[in-house]
């Protein structure tokens, strides 16, 4: 149980376009959901925490008008970077935090994205 | 704030060795403790975590982790490495959201 789909799994589209990735909880219900990007050979970064039916929280440093997050749903979340430039190529990965009474996050299988 | 930091980005073990990844975090509040694995292009997979209860912590695939609070410590072991224990490794610390340690690199040789 608890799994974490991704789609698509890989994106390559051209400067100044806009990418949508979704993000689904396939057999729970989430009402907080998290995405990351991750750069080669580096960590996880926490771009925003994504919550049903609210606004998403962004963390420091990250354009919200960039990175468009949407929770319409207890299963999907979805990302959409817009207007797209070379620089924002990266591995985004989801995850969806189980509720339990402590953190238990799964993660899904990640999107890299590549912006020619 | 929360932070974690893992010592030595890249370590080298001999299959059959013992492996040893070395992670000290920073919390203000009793802090849940992960272990996570990533494989080349692959999400991340949870090794074990702690929340509180056994300072002992044993995962999947052979890996065990010790918390220590005096040490702020969670480091991981595993007795023997298989040439598939080589991935990346994160050390994780959180409680309403997750921040990531930089990642240790482990590479296993034959």
Known sequence: GAVVSQHPSW????SGTSVKIECRSLDFQAT???WY???PKQSLMLMATSNEG???TYEQGV????????????TLSTLTVTSAHPEDSSFYICSANLGSSYNEQFFGPGTRLTVL | AQSVTQLGSHVSVSEGA???LR???SSSVPPYLFWYVQYPNQGLQLLLKYTSAATLVKGINGFEAEFKKSETSFHLTKPSAHMSDAAEYFCA??????????GTSLSVIP
């Open chain 2, 23 to 25: 992670c000290n975090y």
């Open chain 1, 54 to 56: 609210s606004k998403a």
């Open chain 2, 18 to 20: 013992l492996v040893l």
């Open chain 1, 11 to 14: 994106v390559i589209c051209k």
């Open chain 2, 93 to 102: 610390v959180g409680s309403d959201k997750v921040i990531f340690g930089p």
């Open chain 1, 32 to 34: 907080t959901m998290f």
């Open chain 1, 63 to 74: 354009e919200k008008d960039k990175f468009l997050i949407n929770h319409a749903s207890l």
């Open chain 1, 37 to 39: 990007r991750q750069f």
